[in-house]
């Protein structure tokens, strides 16, 4: 079975300083993985995915994620960070089943971003 | 975009209730998920094309469809305190080889 593990669930940066969120996957094929952010009260939104190819990956608001096999790493990482980033980050990995790419998504607890000024 | 109605509901315990997904036209697949507070998303179940296709560790009273319009519905019967959580739609289109997925803001359900 599919599962993701986000080992931090609470965050504090100061602004402009880099940003590392963790996430650990665990599946058995070539998986789909994915990151998402969900401001408070709000949807989640597509920062970025991983599906084949270039192991580092570039997404929206200057985020980037690199996708590692030998340690089952889709780690999510920004240079400089904004307030406006302060959310809460989900990453998640897709079965790739039944013809979509975005088959049954497995996502992890997620890890609150906090970002002072 | 995706929307979905209500916004926020309140329901008793042991009551039905249905949630409504909107999408753009030609978004054949749409996926539904349970977000418990402080807790990720957990996938309920797919349509594709309206046909089921897939399905997470729901029970049988939770259950969908997909219309014509692509548009969806979820519902869920004989309803429990646990069943309080965030609902979140999405929807999928494929074009030119290139799938695009959106989630729409998600419906509060509070069970009483």
């Known amino acids: 079975a599919q599962s993701v593990t986000q080992p931090d669930i609470h965050i504090t940066v100061s602004e402009g300083a880099s940003l590392e969120l963790r996430c650990n996957y665990s599946y058995g094929a070539t998986p789909y993985l994915f990151w998402y952010v969900q401001s408070p009260g709000q949807g989640l939104q597509l920062l970025l995915k991983y599906f084949s190819g270039d192991t580092l990956v570039q997404g929206i608001k200057g985020f980037e994620a690199e996708f590692k096999r030998s340690q089952s790493s889709f780690n999510l990482r920004k240079p400089s960070v904004h307030w406006s980033d302060a959310a809460e980050y989900f990453c998640a990995v897709a079965n790739n089943a039944g013809g979509t790419s975005y088959g049954k998504l497995t996502f992890g607890q997620g890890t609150i971003l906090t970002v002072h000024p | 975009g995706v929307t979905q109605s209500p916004t926020h509901l309140i329901k008793t315990r042991g009551q039905q209730v249905t949630l409504r997904c909107s999408s753009q036209s030609g978004h054949n697949t749409v996926s539904w998920y349970q977000q418990a507070l402080g807790q990720g998303p957990q996938f309920i179940f797919q349509y594709y094309r309206k046909e089921e296709n897939g399905r997470g560790n729901f029970p049988p009273r939770f259950s969908g469809l997909q219309f014509p319009n692509d548009s969806s519905e979820l519902n869920v019967n004989a309803l429990e305190l646990d069943d309080s959580a965030l609902y979140l739609c999405?929807?999928?289109?494929?074009?030119?080889?290139?799938?695009?997925?959106?989630f729409g803001p998600g419906t509060r359900l509070l069970v009483l």
């Open positions: 999405a929807s999928s289109l494929k074009s030119g080889g290139k799938e695009t997925q959106y």
